[in-house]
């Protein structure tokens, strides 16, 4: 089993929609959880970042983190064309490197 | 304000040659990791430096290393290039810990 699953997709969905991205992880002892924004060719761009269990909002996303169930969520509402890109869930104990899922390619379709 | 850079942005080498990446952090970062991410797979740690010392080292070949210089910019090798080799290597830099890193554009390397 690898240590963070992420289904990769292809998904697609109208403009306007609510998108549900997510990650499972096997790992007890991940305290740390990212989701990172990468386009075609480009390197991956800090989105959400949120330490232990809860929710986080900023803007049009949330990112929720359930330790009990691992797993972790991000939610995009209004989806936009330009969300159009390929999100990659990320995690770690503390001061230790990120653990990356495979990510998920979002195609947002005006 | 300038993000992670990197150099060369794209670079074909042959089988068996060496090639080095540069990446300067963000000012004032001290801390600098390496990624290297194949196509359809999400970034896999090689290295991370923190005032100049090796802090981390993942699963890669000792084909690979780096160092980071007095400026804190840093510099990736990989020796005896292998066709598996080819991807998009990530320099992400960081204040201090890993927990928050900020990634930069990248270097796609192809090797052929």
């Known amino acids: 089993q690898k240590e963070v699953e992420q289904d990769p997709g292809p998904l697609s969905v109208p403009e306007g929609a609510i998108v549900s991205l997510n990650c499972t992880y096997s790992n007890s002892a991940f305290q740390y959880f990212m989701w990172y924004r990468q386009y075609s060719r480009k390197g991956p761009e800090l989105l959400m970042y949120?330490?232990?269990?809860g929710n986080k909002e900023d803007g049009r996303f949330t990112a929720q983190v359930d330790k009990s169930s691992k797993y972790i969520s991000l939610f995009i509402r209004d989806s936009q064309p330009s969300d159009s890109a390929t999100y990659l869930c990320?995690?770690?104990?503390?001061?230790?490197?990120?653990?990356f899922g495979k990510g998920t390619r979002l195609s947002v379709i005006a | 304000d300038a993000g992670v850079t990197q150099s060369p942005t794209h670079l074909i080498k042959t089988r068996g040659q060496h090639v080095t990446l540069r990446c300067s952090p963000i000012s004032g970062h001290k801390s600098v990791s390496w990624y290297q991410q194949v196509l359809g797979q999400g970034p896999q740690f090689i290295f991370q430096?923190?005032?100049?010392?090796?802090?981390g080292r993942g699963n890669f070949p000792d084909r690979f290393s780096a160092r980071q210089f007095p400026n804190y910019s840093s510099e990736l090798n990989v020796n005896a290039l292998l066709l598996g080799d080819s991807a998009l290597y990530l320099c992400?830099?960081?204040?201090?810990?890993?927990?928050?890193?900020?990634f930069g554009e990248g270097s796609w390397l192809t090797v052929v």
């Open positions: 990320a995690m770690s104990a503390g001061n230790t490197p990120l653990v």
């Open positions: 992400a830099s960081s204040l201090a810990d890993l927990n928050t890193i900020y």
């Open positions: 430096y923190y005032e100049k010392e090796e802090r």
């Open positions: 949120t330490y232990s269990s």
